[in-house]
């Protein structure tokens, strides 16, 4: 029996701070990875950096850590992350929205997710939001199974919702009031 086995594994879920940004990238790596588009990954940590530790932050980010007794020999701190911001519904008020969840293949099953998923959601009850939104890959079952589980909703399979997105160049020929081809 291992040392992780004989005793839970020590984690610890803290805020992200900016000397941890180039942890958070592999992992954000690893997840494209994971879903199958590495190539889409364009930000860097220094991106990742500035773009969460400014005057106006656009996202915030809470990462799960583990103590030194339990990383391999040259295994990384931090091993999952949920990364989050603030959104806002004309119908609902305010909304948290948890644009990712993961946690390393090795370090799964042993709740970090659920309290990564957790610590979010209470931070937006301590805000006064009305919801938590997410979007989840169609092929991924195992990852809509644990939202189900845990009370989400698929708003596609009940309400039919589409998610659309603006690539840069379709969103600068938007703001420059030109048509779409």
């Not at 603030?86 to 990712?100: A, C, H, P, Q, V």
């Not at 845990?150 to 998610?163: C, N, R, S």
Request: net charge negative; charged share 25%; hydrophobic share 40%.
């Amino acid at each position: 029996m291992s040392a992780q086995q004989a005793r839970p594994l020590a984690v610890s879920i803290r805020p992200c701070c900016a000397q941890d940004c180039a942890q958070v990238m592999r992992l954000i790596r690893e997840l494209a990875e994971f879903e199958k588009v590495p190539e889409q990954v364009k930000i860097s940590d220094q991106g990742l950096c500035n773009d969460g530790f400014c005057d106006d932050p656009f996202y915030k980010c809470l990462v799960a850590e583990v103590q030194p007794e339990d990383r391999s020999k040259a295994g990384p701190a931090i091993v999952g992350y949920g990364l989050y911001f603030f959104t806002y519904s004309t119908w609902k008020g305010r909304n948290i929205y948890m644009e990712d969840l993961y946690v390393m293949p090795e370090f799964r099953g042993q709740g970090i997710g659920k309290r990564l998923m957790s610590r979010i959601a209470q931070i937006g009850v301590e805000k006064g939001c009305t919801q938590m939104k997410l979007s989840v890959l169609d092929w991924n079952r195992s990852a809509i199974d644990f939202y189900l589980s845990k009370g989400a909703v698929d708003l596609t399979a009940t309400e039919g919702w589409h998610v659309f997105r603006f690539e840069a160049e379709a969103m600068r020929q938007l703001a420059l009031g030109q048509p779409g081809e």
